[in-house]
């Protein structure tokens, strides 16, 4: 079980447990790029970083995050899905596996990247802030507390070159869908 820190102010990131992702079962060589995320709640938003190192890393890279906030009461059918690739490029989105409809959520999302170099490779960097707001608009509530279960996973995924695909979690990359609920782990939230 993986825990979210619940905060006051803002997230200090290298205090946070960090789920680092090293499941990639389909990787038969040794390219498993270095992948991490965190997350935490505040007074008033959730906080997701996420976190990717390759060497050379291609534009369609990809660094996600599933979030499934009551997850206890559908099955981790409803969910926020935040990515970001190497160039940039951001999906934002509420999913309703019930239902089958999706949400774009990004103008609610405020989104900060980070990239940077060295000798060893390049590293980009993807802070979420959501608006507990958004947890009453899709779930009809905002209520959280210590102890309480959601469910979600953390991926690395590339359709490109060097394709590569790891979870926190794991999750079946074979099936038609891997970002799904029914690969979601669990989350608990406490106060450290």
């Not at 990639?24 to 390219?31: F, G, H, N, S």
């Amino acid at each position: 079980m993986f825990p979210i820190s619940m905060i006051t102010g803002e997230p200090l990131w290298n205090s946070l447990p960090a789920a680092k992702i090293i499941n990639y079962p389909l990787e038969k060589a040794d390219y498993k790029p270095y992948a991490q995320a965190r997350i935490c709640i505040s007074n008033d938003d959730m906080h997701i970083q996420l976190l990717a190192f390759e060497v050379a890393p291609e534009e369609k890279s990809t660094v996600g995050a599933a979030v499934a906030p009551f997850a206890a009461e559908d099955g981790g059918r409803r969910w926020f899905w935040l990515s970001t690739n190497r160039s940039g490029a951001m999906v934002c989105k509420f999913i309703d596996e019930i239902t089958g409809n999706e949400t774009d959520i990004s103008k609610n999302v405020s989104v900060r990247i980070y990239t940077g170099e060295d000798e060893q490779g390049v590293y980009w960097c993807s802070s979420f802030t959501l608006p507990l707001s958004l947890l009453e608009k899709f779930f009809g509530k905002s209520y959280l507390e210590p102890g309480h279960k959601m469910a979600g996973n953390f991926y690395k995924l590339c359709d490109g070159a060097k394709p590569h695909y790891g979870s926190y979690y794991p999750a079946d990359f074979t099936d038609p869908n891997p970002i799904s609920g029914r690969f979601f782990g669990e989350f608990e939230l406490v106060l450290y």
